[in-house]
């Protein structure tokens, strides 16, 4: 199996890719972590600090580009994920949004009302919600099955009643990989007059997100996992935003998107997010099929792509590391579920500690994580929080097949010497 072409052209426009150090090409297997970027999104960066380094709403030219960079940045956050430009906030990252909004959420919260978390989430879309037992708030948690990684549904029925105000959700496990049916779990929490907001910063670098279809309230990502800079994007229905009372300086406006982004935003990185998602529409433009000429089809195209190219490396992936003596993986582990997955994988090797193995594997110039990956409620549930958590191996479409091959050949010889 080889890597198609439209591959190589791509990872051409990530300079990172490019970059010895130490002597050779890294691996980028991090993804999860945070991805490299395009050369676009760096340049869209420079000129922003040069041409339009200024606050908003100023009577200067370089105030106005700001101004004006920020509707455009709205309009392609909402051609990301299906939005309209006014319902979408912008802040630092997900986590940061994430308690600004549980906050103002808070606010509603009577004691006695109920909130539903899961032990599958990133903590960022935990924690926040947890925060609110200060506010008399009662939390459900919801567990995962632990021989595949995917959300125990039946629990999230019985935790879900007529006090509950939110079900906090992933749409893809950033440990396991697990894709979360979003559209159900909407389905099942509006039945009970609930409200859903989905963390789906481990989603977005992988599939095409359309909150209409999905249905929820409130979703949230961070570009830096999307191929821009540390970003944070958040969407809320209007009727909710309305609703609320965010936590503001008084001469802020009063009324949303503004009234939740809390201080001078991060022009720049605005600028390398707009960047970043006409990057993605490129990417569909030149080697999908997008049904017509807009951004919001090129995006889908584009992900289409991506995620038949991605399904090819998950594949290999899965394959080689069930070849391993000796190898756990946790989570989804046959291709015939892809549509359950993405292609994050996180494995175990008996007798190896997995900050033995990263730093092994970061040694021959091959970058993966190990831990926990704030994913608390994983590691605990697995029982190995204390032994060191996982390895996950991440592939994002810039990474190759001849790579993930690299990988295993070299995880293979490193684990032979002990």
Not at 60 to 88: H, M, N
Not at 131 to 148: K, M, N, Q, S, T
Request: charged content about 25%.
């Amino acid at each position: 199996m080889r890597t198609a072409e439209w591959v190589w052209e791509i990872r051409a426009e990530f300079p990172a890719l490019e970059r010895e150090v130490e002597g050779r090409l890294p691996v980028f297997l991090d993804g999860p972590g945070g991805s490299q970027v395009p050369r676009r999104v760096i340049e869209a960066m420079a000129a922003a600090m040069i041409e339009a380094n200024a606050n908003t709403h100023g009577a200067f030219p370089t105030s106005q580009r700001v101004d004006a960079l920020i509707a455009v940045a709205r309009q392609a956050a909402a051609d990301l994920i299906g939005a309209a430009p006014e319902e979408i906030i912008f802040g630092p990252n997900m986590t940061t949004l994430t308690f600004q909004i549980s906050r103002a959420i808070g606010r509603m919260i009577r004691p006695g009302d109920e909130i539903v978390v899961t032990r599958l989430d990133h903590d960022a879309n935990v924690a926040p919600w947890v925060a609110l037992e200060e506010r008399g708030a009662v939390i459900r948690w919801v567990d995962f099955h632990p021989e595949d990684g995917t959300l125990n549904l039946e629990e999230l029925a019985r935790a879900l009643s007529e006090r509950t105000r939110i079900v906090a959700v992933g749409y893809a496990s950033n440990a396991l990989g697990t894709v979360n049916p979003i559209r159900r779990i909407v389905e099942m929490a509006h039945a009970v007059d609930a409200w859903v907001y989905v963390d789906a910063v481990h989603a977005a670098p992988h599939l095409f997100i359309d909150v209409q279809e999905l249905g929820c309230d409130f979703l949230v990502c961070s570009a830096y996992k999307f191929f821009g800079p540390h970003v944070g994007i958040l969407y809320g229905r209007m009727d909710r935003l309305m609703a609320l009372q965010p936590y503001r300086v008084r001469p802020a406006p009063d009324r949303p998107p503004e009234a939740f982004e809390t201080g001078t935003q991060n022009h720049e990185g605005l600028a390398g997010f707009i960047a970043a998602v006409d990057y993605l529409a490129d990417v569909g433009r030149r080697f999908g099929n997008p049904p017509d000429p807009s951004r919001r089809a090129a995006i889908r195209a584009a992900m289409d792509r991506i995620r038949e190219h991605e399904q090819a490396l998950c594949a290999r992936l899965l394959e080689g590391l069930m070849e391993i003596p000796g190898a756990t993986i946790y989570g989804i582990r046959t291709m015939a579920r892809w549509a359950e997955r993405v292609p994050t994988v996180s494995f175990r090797v008996r007798g190896w500690h997995p900050r033995a193995i990263a730093e092994a594997l970061g040694r021959e110039g091959i970058y993966v994580w190990d831990g926990n990956f704030y994913a608390l409620g994983v590691t605990e549930r697995l029982g190995l929080e204390g032994q060191g958590g996982l390895v996950r191996v991440g592939a994002l479409h810039y990474n190759t097949v001849e790579e993930i091959e690299r990988f295993l050949e070299t995880l293979g010889r490193l684990l032979a010497r002990k």
